[in-house]
């Protein structure tokens, strides 16, 4: 066993504080990487609270990690002590149903493992990386480029590869209209990738406040979703709309968007069903699609993408003890675009 020290939440209400645990002892398949960052994702929250009513205490949140690799199993071919090395949003799946054979284990049918608030085969429960240290299984552990800014990287590995995915499996390309709604951390992150693609884009956004900050990301174009006359020149224009907001609104104002054959992803899950306009689907022969986070090889070919076109998200490197404050900035939509803890600062 390997002493970890962690900041963890006890329960749903109360503040995260410092924790120590056990992680397992090195297996001969396992990679031991020391975290040097880990990104603040908004589903660290709902999980903290026990939003999604599945929560399990205590709990060490963290599922965007990025650090160096400090020992191997014995059996490990892909990695050694140095090694730059991440874990995204799982740690590990079945391996043997459809999804998981065809490289999609974020959907395996036996249900992926998470990197927190999850359960191990044997039923040890899951920590993640608001910690000094995590041991994973070689075949979850992610390849980092050597030249990029770490704290910026963290991020990427699920902001990164839930806004890369769907751009992928809807096969983006120069040329392509790319619609992007709300401008938060997962939508910044759709812009930049968007746009390394070769599409046009577009930011849909609420607030004109946002115009500014769309454009330096690369944004192509800027449209207030409450004015009228705005959206009227948008109709049929999109081949695809990222979709990235979690709050009520109605997803039949963006539909009206999508050319023939248009597609709305959604990525964000609103509190309540949203109510569709058959009519809108069908008269344009419109699709409403979701995406979760890409399997494991997906992620990988992300990090490359993104080492190849020099894309980050925009961070704000906070020290562990900060986590607190974060947590309440982000329920105010005040960050940008994405909080990372320096895990020195531990």
């Known amino acids: 066993m390997t002493s970890t020290k962690a900041w963890a939440a006890q329960d749903a209400s109360t503040p995260l504080t410092p924790y120590s645990f056990e992680r397992r002892a090195l297996n001969a398949d396992d990679v031991q990487i020391e975290i040097l960052f880990c990104g603040v994702c908004h589903s660290d929250i709902h999980q903290v609270r026990n939003e999604w009513g599945n929560s399990i205490y205590p709990m060490v949140p963290g599922h965007e990690i990025v650090g160096r690799v400090t020992s191997v199993g014995n059996k490990v071919t892909n990695f050694k002590i140095g090694d730059l090395a991440g874990v995204g949003c799982f740690v590990d799946s079945c391996g043997t149903c459809p999804s998981c054979s065809e490289g999609l284990e974020q959907y395996c049918e036996s249900g992926v493992i998470g990197s927190y608030n999850s359960k191990e085969k044997d039923g040890t429960p899951t920590m993640g990386g608001y910690s000094d240290k995590v041991i994973c299984k070689e075949s979850f552990v992610l390849k980092i480029a050597d030249h990029l800014d770490l704290s910026r990287v963290a991020p990427l590995l699920c902001a990164g590869i839930t806004t890369y995915s769907p751009l992928r499996q809807w096969n983006v390309k120069k040329g392509d209209k790319v619609g992007v709604i709300g401008l938060g951390g997962l939508g910044h992150m759709a812009v930049k990738l968007a746009v390394a693609m070769g599409a046009e884009v577009t930011v849909l956004s609420t607030s004109k406040s946002k115009e500014e900050d769309a454009l330096n990301l690369g944004a192509h174009r800027f449209t207030v979703t409450k004015d009228p006359e705005h959206l009227k020149e948008h109709r049929s224009y999109f081949n695809l709309l990222i979709n990235t907001v979690s709050a009520k609104h109605d997803l039949n104002l963006y539909l009206s968007l999508l050319k023939v054959d248009g597609t709305m992803v959604l990525l964000g899950v ?44 925009d961070v704000e490197v906070i020290p562990i003890n900060y986590i607190n404050k974060a947590y309440e900035r982000m329920m105010k939509n005040d960050v940008h675009y994405r909080f990372v803890i320096d895990m020195a600062t531990l």
């Not at 979760?292 to 894309?311: D, P, S, Y």
Request: aromatic share 4%; net charge negative; hydrophobic share 45%.
């Open 270 to 313: 609103p509190p309540e069903a949203p109510e569709i306009s058959v009519f809108n689907l069908i008269s344009r022969r419109r699709r409403l699609a979701g995406s979760l986070v890409g399997g494991i090889a997906e992620t990988q070919e992300m990090l490359v993408f993104c080492a190849e076109h020099n894309v980050m998200a």
